[in-house]
């Protein structure tokens, strides 16, 4: 798309959740859940998804495939190295998708080109010709990236998006890979690259900017202020270090002020609460209260001045409507009694169509939820469907558990644990706690040594009967994983969210093994006369 093409007041939001979002500490996303945020980020409106990396690893080419394959509406994006196998393997994940983007980036700051590439500028020149044209041989649709854009030399960056744009780049991106500029310097740097690179007028501009000093939101926004069409995010401002900019924020930026910047993107606003709650819960990644947009305390009023003015009138002190971000989806109610159909049709209204096997699993769980909750809300669908309905089989599940709490003596637990073969073994050991009881228990049936890095508790509803959320990252051998349970009682939660933890882990560590003994296989048969 070529600014003539495109509304000169639409934003185009690009999300980077799966991909950027996933290389945070710690998260580990399968196929299967990646590909339903992707389908939940086809449903908030974005227009661009960055599905995967796919050279990095089979399971990220896996992920971007099926994402190609089976999300509609979005363009779906893959990010490749300028190097031809990175771009080779982005166009074959992308190559169903009914509108693919190759997106590829080479580094254009002398301290990345001279310690990271051990390259020169020369070298830089010859490979963003060479991989923007081999690109643009698969695909129409290409996005190349400067990175580390905001350190480099200007008008050497300029020189390097001229090659891109002859070659046939229809997106130029400019990120501030690690989240150094400042808006005012953004600016400038994007003002100067319009000066130098008269051809940037005719494809879209876009912004990624890094939240290392807190500005990414800003840094976006002053570049959308700049002239760029285009704003590179993430849900819950997830992403390396200190993540990235914060889709729902740019987004209800935009539209919260319109009025006043003319500006917009067609983010279906009613989504973001539901897309930040998905995300959180599958990425394990907890959303602090006071966030912007979609922490739980951004339409909180606890002092007595701000409580009157709201009951008097809401604009006294918000400056939006909690529904506009989809904050009132928890009125729909299912009870014990409620049937199949019911419970189909409810989750159809959250977007999340299941029928055959799929339906029954989900039913059988949420009888079992309803047998100890009065009224199972939407957010409690949400929870429920999000745990339960995983195409990948775990190595471990927990099949049964038993705890002795008191505080005259240390908790016990005793736990049963179906192993990777189908047998199931038991295992008993003492804690700090119940929780961590059981921790330990899971560790001696499973004979894994796994170290609990972090654990989070949380509420999906209020009140006593709410489901608990739980969410673990441990790690085996210096490879980490991330698991996450839902149940009424916490310490089942808990359990769960461990062994679907140790699970991650292990399959990452087979997976690290296996590429280490490739890697080592192939350097013996390069040295072997």
Same mark, same amino acid.
């Not at 992308?94 to 254009?108: K, W």
């Not at 808006?183 to 100067?192: D, I, K, Q, S």
């Given at each position: ?63 971007? #495939?099926?994402?190609?394959? #089976? %999300? /509609? ?8 190295? !300028? ?17 693919? &983007?190759?997106? @590829?980036? %080479? ?37 190349? *990236? ?8 200007? /008008?050497?960056?300029?020189? %390097? ?19 150094? @500029? ?16 008269? *051809? ?39 992403? /390396? ?7 729902? /924020? !740019?987004?209800?930026?935009? $539209? ?13 606003? +009613? ?35 701000? #409580? ?7 604009? +006294? ?17 299912? =009870? ?71 505080? $005259? ?17 038991? =295992?008993?050991? @003492? ?24 654990? &989070? ?42 062994? $679907? ?26 040295? +072997?006369?």
């Amino acid at each position: 798309m070529t600014p003539a093409e495109q509304d000169p007041n639409r934003v185009l939001i690009f999300d980077t959740t799966l991909r950027d979002g996933e290389q945070s500490p710690g998260i580990s996303l399968n196929t299967s859940e990646k590909l339903e945020i992707a389908q939940q980020l086809a449903r908030l409106g974005v227009d661009i998804v960055e599905a995967g990396f796919p050279i990095a690893s089979p399971g990220d080419f896996e992920a971007v #495939q099926a994402i190609a394959r #089976q %999300v /509609e509406g979005p363009v779906i994006a893959g990010l490749a190295r !300028i190097h031809p196998g990175d771009i080779d393997a982005a166009w074959n994940a992308l190559r169903d998708a009914p509108r693919p &983007r190759i997106h @590829t980036f %080479v580094s254009t700051s002398d301290i990345h080109i001279e310690h990271q590439m051990r390259a020169t500028r020369a070298d830089v020149l010859g490979l963003t010709r060479a991989g923007v044209a081999h690109a643009k041989q698969y695909v129409d649709d290409v996005e190349f *990236s400067p990175m580390d854009a905001t350190r480099s030399d200007v /008008e050497f960056t300029a020189e %390097v998006l001229r090659i891109a744009i002859e070659e046939g780049a229809t997106t130029i991106n400019i990120p501030d890979t690690v989240g150094y @500029t400042m808006p005012h310097e953004y600016t400038a740097f994007l003002e100067r690259l319009y000066e130098l690179t008269p *051809s940037l007028r005719d494809v879209v501009l876009s912004v990624h900017c890094h939240d290392d000093l807190g500005l990414a939101v800003a840094n976006s926004f002053a570049g959308v202020l700049a002239g760029a069409r285009q704003v590179e995010c993430a849900v819950n401002g997830l992403g /390396e270090r200190a993540g990235n900019a914060s889709l729902e /924020e !740019i987004v209800m930026l935009l $539209r919260t002020r319109k009025a006043d910047v003319g500006l917009d993107t067609r983010a279906v606003t +009613t989504e973001i609460a539901r897309t930040s709650r998905l995300v959180s819960r599958l990425t394990g990644y907890a959303v602090q209260p006071n966030k912007a947009i979609i922490g739980r305390n951004a339409f909180a009023h606890e002092s007595g001045i701000h #409580q009157d003015g709201v009951l008097k009138h809401r604009e +006294t002190f918000e400056i939006m409507d909690a529904q506009s971000i989809g904050l009132d989806s928890n009125s729909l109610v299912l =009870g014990k009694h409620s049937g199949r159909h019911a419970l189909r049709d409810a989750l159809a209204q959250l977007g999340i169509v299941v029928d055959g096997q799929a339906l029954n699993t989900a039913f059988k769980r949420f009888k079992e939820i309803a047998d100890k909750k009065k009224q199972v809300t939407a957010m409690d669908l949400e929870a429920l469907v999000t745990d339960e309905l995983r195409e990948e089989i775990p190595a471990y599940s927990l099949e049964w558990f038993e705890v002795e709490a008191s505080s $005259r003596r240390p908790p016990h637990a005793t736990v049963g644990v179906r192993l990777p073969d189908g047998a199931e073994a038991t =295992g008993s050991f @003492t804690g700090d706690g119940p929780i961590d009881a059981v921790f330990h228990a899971i560790n001696a049936a499973t004979s894994v040594d796994a170290k609990l890095r972090d654990f &989070r508790i949380d509420a999906v509803t209020s009140g006593q009967d709410a489901l608990g959320e739980t969410s673990v990252v441990l790690e085996v051998d210096g490879v980490s994983g991330s698991g996450q349970g839902v149940s009424t009682d916490v310490i089942e939660a808990a359990g769960r969210a461990y062994v $679907r933890a140790l699970s991650n882990a292990v399959r990452r560590r087979s997976v690290a093994a296996e590429a280490e003994e490739a890697t080592a296989e192939a350097a013996s048969r390069v040295t +072997t006369p």
